[in-house]
Protein backbone atom coordinates (compact mmCIF):
# COMPACT_ATOMS: atom_id res chain seq x y z
CA UNK A 1 0.00 0.00 0.00
CA UNK A 2 1.58 3.59 -0.60
CA UNK A 3 0.28 6.66 0.47
CA UNK A 4 -0.73 8.73 2.40
CA UNK A 5 -1.55 11.55 0.11
CA UNK A 6 -2.51 15.10 1.10
CA UNK A 7 -1.92 13.96 4.44
CA UNK A 8 -3.94 14.79 7.34
CA UNK A 9 -6.86 16.11 4.76
CA UNK A 10 -10.22 15.06 4.51
CA UNK A 11 -10.47 13.68 0.91
CA UNK A 12 -13.52 13.70 -0.66
CA UNK A 13 -13.06 11.78 -3.64
CA UNK A 14 -9.60 10.18 -5.53
CA UNK A 15 -9.87 9.01 -8.48
CA UNK A 16 -7.26 7.11 -11.37
CA UNK A 17 -7.94 8.59 -14.83
CA UNK A 18 -9.24 5.71 -16.92
CA UNK A 19 -8.42 7.66 -19.95
CA UNK A 20 -4.71 6.92 -19.34
CA UNK A 21 -4.05 4.58 -16.49
CA UNK A 22 -1.62 7.20 -14.96
CA UNK A 23 -3.27 10.45 -13.89
CA UNK A 24 -4.70 10.53 -9.98
CA UNK A 25 -6.80 13.80 -9.07
CA UNK A 26 -8.11 14.03 -5.28
CA UNK A 27 -10.04 16.70 -4.16
CA UNK A 28 -9.47 17.97 -0.97
CA UNK A 29 -8.98 20.70 1.29
CA UNK A 30 -6.32 22.96 0.22
CA UNK A 31 -3.36 22.05 2.56
CA UNK A 32 -5.93 21.35 5.51
CA UNK A 33 -9.91 22.24 6.35
CA UNK A 34 -9.14 26.29 7.65
CA UNK A 35 -7.84 26.78 3.35
CA UNK A 36 -10.69 26.00 1.63
CA UNK A 37 -10.85 23.66 -1.55
CA UNK A 38 -8.30 22.56 -3.85
CA UNK A 39 -8.14 19.61 -6.61
CA UNK A 40 -5.16 17.98 -6.55
CA UNK A 41 -3.31 16.13 -9.84
CA UNK A 42 0.01 13.75 -9.56
CA UNK A 43 1.10 10.61 -11.32
CA UNK A 44 -0.48 7.64 -9.35
CA UNK A 45 1.72 6.28 -7.17
CA UNK A 46 3.65 9.26 -6.57
CA UNK A 47 3.06 12.78 -5.00
CA UNK A 48 -0.36 14.79 -5.99
CA UNK A 49 -0.17 18.50 -6.26
CA UNK A 50 -2.89 21.10 -5.77
CA UNK A 51 -3.99 22.76 -9.29
CA UNK A 52 -2.96 26.22 -9.99
CA UNK A 53 -7.05 26.97 -9.20
CA UNK A 54 -10.26 25.13 -7.40
CA UNK A 55 -13.32 25.60 -9.58
CA UNK A 56 -14.71 29.22 -7.92
CA UNK A 57 -17.77 31.02 -9.19
CA UNK A 58 -18.36 33.67 -10.87
CA UNK A 59 -17.72 37.37 -9.57
CA UNK A 60 -21.05 38.83 -8.46
CA UNK A 61 -22.49 35.42 -7.65
CA UNK A 62 -22.56 36.08 -3.90
CA UNK A 63 -21.67 32.34 -4.15
CA UNK A 64 -18.18 30.70 -2.63
CA UNK A 65 -16.98 27.21 -3.07
CA UNK A 66 -16.57 25.24 0.28
CA UNK A 67 -15.47 21.91 -0.64
CA UNK A 68 -15.22 19.98 -4.16
CA UNK A 69 -17.26 16.34 -3.62
CA UNK A 70 -16.54 14.61 -6.93
CA UNK A 71 -14.50 14.43 -9.84
CA UNK A 72 -15.32 12.75 -13.27
CA UNK A 73 -13.08 12.46 -16.32
CA UNK A 74 -14.29 13.90 -19.29
CA UNK A 75 -14.75 12.02 -22.67
CA UNK A 76 -12.18 9.71 -24.11
CA UNK A 77 -11.08 12.11 -26.74
CA UNK A 78 -10.77 14.56 -24.76
CA UNK A 79 -8.07 13.69 -21.87
CA UNK A 80 -7.65 17.14 -20.19
CA UNK A 81 -10.93 17.38 -19.64
CA UNK A 82 -12.25 16.80 -15.81
CA UNK A 83 -15.76 17.80 -14.14
CA UNK A 84 -15.83 19.25 -10.70
CA UNK A 85 -19.13 18.84 -8.54
CA UNK A 86 -19.08 21.14 -5.69
CA UNK A 87 -20.75 22.48 -2.37
CA UNK A 88 -22.53 24.50 -2.64
CA UNK A 89 -23.92 22.41 -5.26
CA UNK A 90 -23.02 23.51 -8.77
CA UNK A 91 -20.92 22.22 -11.76
CA UNK A 92 -17.46 22.68 -13.35
CA UNK A 93 -15.53 22.02 -16.43
CA UNK A 94 -11.58 21.82 -16.97
CA UNK A 95 -10.25 21.61 -19.88
CA UNK A 96 -6.60 21.71 -18.82
CA UNK A 97 -6.29 18.62 -16.03
CA UNK A 98 -7.52 21.08 -13.48
CA UNK A 99 -5.36 24.14 -13.37
CA UNK A 100 -8.66 26.30 -15.08
CA UNK A 101 -12.05 25.96 -14.49
CA UNK A 102 -15.74 27.21 -15.69
CA UNK A 103 -19.18 27.66 -14.51
CA UNK A 104 -21.32 25.63 -15.85
CA UNK A 105 -23.70 28.42 -15.87
CA UNK A 106 -27.18 27.24 -17.11
CA UNK A 107 -27.22 24.38 -13.71
CA UNK A 108 -25.36 26.36 -11.61
CA UNK A 109 -27.45 29.03 -11.47
CA UNK A 110 -30.27 27.69 -12.82
CA UNK A 111 -34.08 28.72 -11.87
CA UNK A 112 -34.98 26.81 -8.64
CA UNK A 113 -31.15 27.37 -7.23
CA UNK A 114 -33.06 30.11 -4.81
CA UNK A 115 -35.21 27.26 -3.33
CA UNK A 116 -32.94 24.47 -3.25
CA UNK A 117 -32.27 23.01 0.13
CA UNK A 118 -29.33 21.56 1.70
CA UNK A 119 -29.66 17.88 3.38
CA UNK A 120 -27.87 16.80 6.35
CA UNK A 121 -24.44 16.14 4.83
CA UNK A 122 -24.71 19.39 2.75
CA UNK A 123 -25.94 20.92 -0.67
CA UNK A 124 -23.73 18.91 -2.49
CA UNK A 125 -23.01 18.19 -6.33
CA UNK A 126 -21.89 14.23 -5.79
CA UNK A 127 -22.70 12.20 -9.20
CA UNK A 128 -21.57 13.89 -12.63
CA UNK A 129 -22.30 11.33 -15.77
CA UNK A 130 -20.60 12.14 -18.58
CA UNK A 131 -22.65 9.70 -21.35
CA UNK A 132 -19.46 7.77 -23.47
CA UNK A 133 -21.41 7.65 -26.74
CA UNK A 134 -22.58 11.08 -26.58
CA UNK A 135 -19.83 13.46 -24.71
CA UNK A 136 -22.62 16.42 -24.62
CA UNK A 137 -25.07 14.30 -22.39
CA UNK A 138 -24.48 14.71 -19.15
CA UNK A 139 -26.55 14.06 -15.69
CA UNK A 140 -25.93 15.73 -12.37
CA UNK A 141 -27.08 14.76 -9.39
CA UNK A 142 -27.59 16.89 -6.32
CA UNK A 143 -28.47 15.73 -2.16
CA UNK A 144 -31.78 17.04 -1.51
CA UNK A 145 -32.47 18.63 -5.25
CA UNK A 146 -33.08 15.60 -7.48
CA UNK A 147 -31.43 14.96 -10.98
CA UNK A 148 -30.61 16.82 -14.17
CA UNK A 149 -29.56 16.55 -17.44
CA UNK A 150 -28.25 17.98 -20.35
CA UNK A 151 -28.27 17.37 -24.37
CA UNK A 152 -26.33 20.02 -25.02
CA UNK A 153 -23.38 20.01 -23.22
CA UNK A 154 -24.54 21.67 -20.09
CA UNK A 155 -25.90 24.85 -22.30
CA UNK A 156 -29.55 23.69 -21.01
CA UNK A 157 -30.62 21.37 -18.05
CA UNK A 158 -34.04 19.83 -17.38
CA UNK A 159 -34.87 18.17 -14.03
CA UNK A 160 -34.95 14.44 -14.32
CA UNK A 161 -37.03 12.84 -11.29
CA UNK A 162 -39.94 11.32 -12.17
CA UNK A 163 -41.16 8.17 -10.36
CA UNK A 164 -38.53 9.26 -7.45
CA UNK A 165 -40.25 9.43 -4.28
CA UNK A 166 -39.36 12.50 -1.50
CA UNK A 167 -40.81 11.50 1.63
CA UNK A 168 -39.87 14.26 3.65
CA UNK A 169 -42.03 16.66 1.55
CA UNK A 170 -45.94 17.24 1.29
CA UNK A 171 -45.74 16.14 -2.50
CA UNK A 172 -44.05 12.86 -2.28
CA UNK A 173 -43.44 13.09 -6.34
CA UNK A 174 -41.88 16.70 -6.63
CA UNK A 175 -40.45 17.42 -9.41
CA UNK A 176 -37.63 18.24 -7.75
CA UNK A 177 -36.07 18.15 -4.30
CA UNK A 178 -35.47 13.87 -4.34
CA UNK A 179 -32.24 13.42 -2.43
CA UNK A 180 -30.51 11.64 -5.15
CA UNK A 181 -27.36 9.54 -3.01
CA UNK A 182 -25.54 8.86 -6.01
CA UNK A 183 -26.13 8.17 -10.14
CA UNK A 184 -24.10 5.33 -12.70
CA UNK A 185 -24.53 4.32 -15.79
CA UNK A 186 -26.01 0.53 -15.82
CA UNK A 187 -22.76 -1.14 -18.07
CA UNK A 188 -25.50 -1.83 -20.56
CA UNK A 189 -24.02 0.77 -22.12
CA UNK A 190 -27.51 2.11 -23.70
CA UNK A 191 -27.74 5.03 -21.68
CA UNK A 192 -29.60 3.13 -18.48
CA UNK A 193 -28.59 4.48 -15.16
CA UNK A 194 -29.45 3.31 -11.83
CA UNK A 195 -29.84 5.70 -8.63
CA UNK A 196 -29.11 5.25 -5.06
CA UNK A 197 -31.51 7.74 -3.35
CA UNK A 198 -32.44 8.32 0.17
CA UNK A 199 -35.97 7.40 -0.43
CA UNK A 200 -35.38 3.95 -2.53
CA UNK A 201 -33.28 2.27 -5.25
CA UNK A 202 -33.88 3.36 -9.16
CA UNK A 203 -33.36 2.31 -12.71
CA UNK A 204 -33.62 4.52 -15.77
CA UNK A 205 -34.25 2.95 -18.87
CA UNK A 206 -32.13 3.89 -22.58
CA UNK A 207 -34.75 6.29 -23.30
CA UNK A 208 -34.68 8.89 -20.68
CA UNK A 209 -38.27 9.33 -18.93
CA UNK A 210 -39.33 8.41 -15.62
CA UNK A 211 -37.09 6.27 -13.24
CA UNK A 212 -38.48 2.54 -12.20
CA UNK A 213 -38.00 2.05 -8.35
CA UNK A 214 -36.54 -1.23 -7.98
CA UNK A 215 -36.28 -1.02 -4.03
CA UNK A 216 -38.55 -4.29 -3.44
CA UNK A 217 -36.04 -7.45 -2.27
CA UNK A 218 -33.96 -4.82 -0.46
CA UNK A 219 -33.63 -4.29 3.66
CA UNK A 220 -34.47 -0.87 3.56
CA UNK A 221 -34.62 2.38 1.29
CA UNK A 222 -31.24 4.09 1.91
CA UNK A 223 -27.41 3.19 1.61
CA UNK A 224 -25.11 5.65 -0.59
CA UNK A 225 -23.15 4.05 -3.26
CA UNK A 226 -24.65 2.20 -6.04
CA UNK A 227 -21.95 0.96 -8.37
CA UNK A 228 -22.30 -1.19 -12.17
CA UNK A 229 -20.49 -4.20 -13.47
CA UNK A 230 -19.42 -2.30 -16.34
CA UNK A 231 -19.39 -5.37 -18.42
CA UNK A 232 -23.15 -6.81 -17.44
CA UNK A 233 -25.73 -5.28 -18.34
CA UNK A 234 -28.54 -4.41 -15.43
CA UNK A 235 -26.17 -5.48 -12.91
CA UNK A 236 -24.94 -3.23 -9.83
CA UNK A 237 -24.27 -3.53 -6.51
CA UNK A 238 -25.48 -1.51 -3.55
CA UNK A 239 -24.63 -1.72 0.29
CA UNK A 240 -27.85 -0.80 2.29
CA UNK A 241 -28.31 0.92 5.68
CA UNK A 242 -30.92 0.94 8.28
CA UNK A 243 -32.09 4.64 7.45
CA UNK A 244 -31.00 8.02 7.30
CA UNK A 245 -31.93 8.39 11.32
CA UNK A 246 -29.53 5.14 11.76
CA UNK A 247 -26.73 4.79 9.03
CA UNK A 248 -25.23 1.15 9.70
CA UNK A 249 -26.23 -2.06 8.06
CA UNK A 250 -29.30 -3.71 9.01
CA UNK A 251 -28.95 -6.17 12.05
CA UNK A 252 -25.27 -5.30 11.95
CA UNK A 253 -24.31 -7.47 9.57
CA UNK A 254 -22.48 -6.09 6.76
CA UNK A 255 -24.08 -7.04 3.54
CA UNK A 256 -23.40 -6.16 -0.59
CA UNK A 257 -26.37 -6.78 -2.71
CA UNK A 258 -26.28 -7.45 -6.07
CA UNK A 259 -28.76 -7.58 -8.55
CA UNK A 260 -28.11 -8.69 -12.22
CA UNK A 261 -31.68 -7.26 -13.95
CA UNK A 262 -31.77 -3.89 -13.48
CA UNK A 263 -33.13 -4.46 -10.09
CA UNK A 264 -35.99 -6.52 -10.43
CA UNK A 265 -34.37 -8.89 -7.78
CA UNK A 266 -31.79 -8.91 -5.37
CA UNK A 267 -29.57 -11.01 -4.36
CA UNK A 268 -27.52 -10.29 -0.33
CA UNK A 269 -24.21 -11.40 -0.46
CA UNK A 270 -22.52 -11.89 3.01
CA UNK A 271 -19.56 -14.10 2.45
CA UNK A 272 -16.63 -13.07 4.45
CA UNK A 273 -18.57 -9.58 5.43
CA UNK A 274 -18.58 -9.12 9.16
CA UNK A 275 -21.04 -9.73 11.23
CA UNK A 276 -21.66 -7.36 14.61
CA UNK A 277 -20.50 -4.45 12.38
CA UNK A 278 -22.48 -1.37 13.55
CA UNK A 279 -21.19 0.42 10.84
CA UNK A 280 -21.84 1.94 7.07
CA UNK A 281 -20.50 2.91 3.35
CA UNK A 282 -20.80 6.61 2.32
CA UNK A 283 -20.92 8.03 -0.66
CA UNK A 284 -17.78 7.47 -2.90
CA UNK A 285 -17.17 4.05 -0.67
CA UNK A 286 -17.75 1.41 -3.56
CA UNK A 287 -16.09 1.28 -6.98
CA UNK A 288 -15.78 -1.57 -9.76
CA UNK A 289 -13.10 -2.08 -11.95
CA UNK A 290 -13.33 -2.63 -15.60
CA UNK A 291 -11.58 -6.33 -15.32
CA UNK A 292 -13.88 -9.21 -16.62
CA UNK A 293 -14.47 -10.91 -14.18
CA UNK A 294 -14.60 -7.60 -12.13
CA UNK A 295 -12.93 -6.75 -8.90
CA UNK A 296 -15.76 -4.92 -6.40
CA UNK A 297 -14.24 -2.39 -3.88
CA UNK A 298 -16.05 -1.55 -0.83
CA UNK A 299 -14.80 1.24 2.01
CA UNK A 300 -16.42 1.14 4.92
CA UNK A 301 -16.54 4.44 7.55
CA UNK A 302 -14.49 2.74 10.20
CA UNK A 303 -11.74 2.20 8.04
CA UNK A 304 -11.67 -1.36 6.27
CA UNK A 305 -11.90 -2.02 2.89
CA UNK A 306 -13.43 -5.29 1.50
CA UNK A 307 -12.67 -6.80 -2.21
CA UNK A 308 -14.46 -9.49 -4.09
CA UNK A 309 -13.13 -11.23 -7.55
CA UNK A 310 -15.99 -13.02 -8.00
CA UNK A 311 -18.41 -10.82 -8.79
CA UNK A 312 -19.91 -10.20 -5.32
CA UNK A 313 -20.52 -13.90 -4.17
CA UNK A 314 -17.54 -13.91 -1.24
CA UNK A 315 -15.57 -11.11 0.09
CA UNK A 316 -11.72 -10.38 1.82
CA UNK A 317 -11.00 -7.59 3.80
CA UNK A 318 -7.88 -6.45 1.99
CA UNK A 319 -7.07 -3.01 4.54
CA UNK A 320 -7.88 -2.13 7.84
CA UNK A 321 -6.89 0.67 10.05
CA UNK A 322 -7.31 2.83 8.02
CA UNK A 323 -9.07 6.20 8.13
CA UNK A 324 -12.69 6.28 7.55
CA UNK A 325 -12.89 5.74 4.12
CA UNK A 326 -14.68 8.44 1.78
CA UNK A 327 -13.49 7.30 -1.36
CA UNK A 328 -12.72 4.08 -3.45
CA UNK A 329 -11.64 3.85 -6.82
CA UNK A 330 -10.69 1.26 -8.63
CA UNK A 331 -8.74 1.20 -12.12
CA UNK A 332 -6.10 -0.24 -14.15
CA UNK A 333 -2.93 1.22 -13.88
CA UNK A 334 -0.34 1.57 -16.44
CA UNK B 1 -2.59 43.56 1.88
CA UNK B 2 -3.78 40.15 0.21
CA UNK B 3 -4.04 41.53 -3.16
CA UNK B 4 0.01 42.44 -2.76
CA UNK B 5 1.10 39.40 -1.05
CA UNK B 6 -0.12 37.91 -3.94
CA UNK B 7 2.04 38.66 -5.89
CA UNK B 8 4.99 37.10 -3.70
CA UNK B 9 3.04 34.23 -3.13
CA UNK B 10 0.42 33.22 -5.38
CA UNK B 11 -2.70 31.71 -4.23
CA UNK B 12 -2.45 33.24 -0.58
CA UNK B 13 -5.53 35.40 -0.80
CA UNK B 14 -7.49 32.12 -1.96
CA UNK B 15 -6.46 30.74 0.98
CA UNK B 16 -7.82 33.72 3.35
CA UNK B 17 -10.73 34.67 2.21
CA UNK B 18 -13.71 33.25 -0.66
CA UNK B 19 -14.23 34.16 -4.03
CA UNK B 20 -16.80 36.49 -2.77
CA UNK B 21 -14.36 38.18 -0.53
CA UNK B 22 -15.72 36.54 2.24
CA UNK B 23 -12.82 35.38 4.89
CA UNK B 24 -13.35 31.34 5.54
CA UNK B 25 -14.66 30.04 8.50
CA UNK B 26 -11.67 28.91 10.60
CA UNK B 27 -9.28 31.33 9.20
CA UNK B 28 -8.43 34.09 11.92
CA UNK B 29 -6.84 37.09 11.05
CA UNK B 30 -4.72 39.28 13.72
CA UNK B 31 -3.81 43.05 13.06
CA UNK B 32 -0.83 43.95 16.30
CA UNK B 33 -2.02 41.25 18.04
CA UNK B 34 -5.98 41.50 18.08
CA UNK B 35 -8.09 39.49 16.59
CA UNK B 36 -10.35 41.20 13.44
CA UNK B 37 -14.11 40.74 13.95
CA UNK B 38 -15.27 42.65 11.06
CA UNK B 39 -14.88 41.80 7.23
CA UNK B 40 -11.66 42.21 6.37
CA UNK B 41 -12.64 44.88 3.59
CA UNK B 42 -12.97 47.45 6.68
CA UNK B 43 -9.67 46.96 8.13
CA UNK B 44 -7.43 49.89 7.11
CA UNK B 45 -4.36 49.07 7.66
CA UNK B 46 -1.33 51.86 9.22
CA UNK B 47 2.51 51.39 8.10
CA UNK B 48 4.42 49.35 10.88
CA UNK B 49 1.32 46.88 11.77
CA UNK B 50 2.06 43.41 12.26
CA UNK B 51 -0.70 40.83 10.59
CA UNK B 52 -0.84 37.10 11.69
CA UNK B 53 -3.11 34.99 9.69
CA UNK B 54 -3.75 31.59 11.64
CA UNK B 55 -5.98 28.68 11.38
CA UNK B 56 -8.32 28.64 14.56
CA UNK B 57 -7.48 25.83 16.84
CA UNK B 58 -9.08 22.53 16.07
CA UNK B 59 -8.88 19.41 18.26
CA UNK B 60 -10.59 18.02 21.86
Do not use: C, Q
Given at each position: MAGPYVPGATVYHFILD?????TAYAAAP??????GPAVYRGRAGESLKATAHAPKFKDGSGLAVTRVWHLEPGPADEPETIYAGVEPAALFRSEDRGETWGDIDALNYHPTRKDWQPGFGGLCLHSVLVD????RHLLAGISSVGTFESKDGGRSWTTENR????????????EWGQCVHKLTWDG????SIFQQNHCGTYHRGPDGGAWTE????????FGFPIAA?????HTAFVTPLIGGENRVFPKGQMAVWKTANAGKSWRRETKGLPANAFMGVLREGMSTDPEDPIGIYVGTNTGQLFASRDEGESWK?????????LSVNAGVAK | MLRALESSFPGIRDRVVDEAGTRRPYVNVFVNEELV??????VALMPGDVVHILPSVAGG
Open positions: PRDGRHGSEPWPRKPGVRAEFMPNKYPSGDGVTKGLPSDDPNRKMIANFLAPI | MTPLGE
